[in-house]
């Protein structure tokens, strides 16, 4: 089943913040999250593992909420850079590592 | 180093017919998965090779297949050709059980 991200886009100024959430009604062994520009490749930001772990990179960080199985994407004092395509991607077991990719959620910083 | 590379970048094949893709992933990574993005549907799972193994499966039709090569490199095989197949397919390799990296992906159009 695929996770569902909220929200589905947002516009921000440059220097605001944003939270991206990522929701799955099936038990995680790991969350990623990846930002796609448009007529690129996804790019890989962080991966997750379940224990509730917080992760960061740069101004982006994200955390993971084992017993809700949600991960959420926070980014501060959001660039223009940020602009872009931001997909979570969920594993279900250590078992391989098949992701299967939210619906993603477009943010878009403007000066 | 190298990153993950198919080929060909642009392809445009007529319905009824076959195509097959190819993906070099990172010199070590063992993993290699395959996506279908659209529009509509966003990136949906193809397949999963490890050590020239299926190791997980998406819910595509059996005109999708795959497979790994001793050297890590993998192809992806689509028969009769339908107009709905019209996507970027895109390859991403991994070492083990962690992040992704993307190659630039095949545009598939099918007329």
């Known amino acids: 089943q695929q996770p569902v991200q909220s929200p589905q886009a947002v516009i921000l100024r440059e220097g605001e913040d944003a939270v991206i959430n990522c929701s799955s009604s099936?038990?995680?062994?790991?969350v990623h999250w990846y930002r796609q520009k448009h007529g690129e490749a996804p790019v890989f930001l962080m991966i997750l593992l379940k224990g509730g772990e917080q992760k960061g990179h740069e101004k982006i960080s994200a955390s993971f909420n084992e017993k809700k199985q949600q991960s959420s994407l926070y980014l501060t004092a959001s660039q223009l850079s940020y602009s872009g395509t931001y997909f979570c991607?969920?594993?279900?077991?250590?078992?391989?590592?098949?992701?299967?990719f939210g619906g993603g959620t477009r943010l878009m910083v403007k000066p | 180093k190298a990153g993950v590379t198919q080929t060909p970048r642009y392809l445009i094949k007529t319905r009824g017919q076959q195509v097959t893709l190819s993906c070099s992933p990172i010199s070590g990574h063992r993993s290699v998965s395959w996506y279908q993005q659209t529009p509509g549907q966003g990136l949906q799972f193809l397949f999963e090779y490890f050590s020239e193994t299926q190791r997980n499966k998406g819910n595509f039709p059996g005109r999708f297949s795959g497979r790994q090569f001793s050297n890590s490199r993998s192809e992806m095989n689509v028969s009769t050709l339908e107009l709905g197949d019209s996507a970027l397919y895109l390859c991403?390799?991994?070492?083990?059980?962690?992040?992704?990296?993307f190659g630039s992906g095949t545009r598939l159009t099918v007329v």
């Open positions: 991403a390799s991994s070492f083990l059980n962690d992040g992704y990296t």
């Open positions: 991607g969920t594993v279900l077991s250590n078992a391989g590592n098949m992701l299967t």
């Open positions: 099936k038990a995680l062994y790991s």
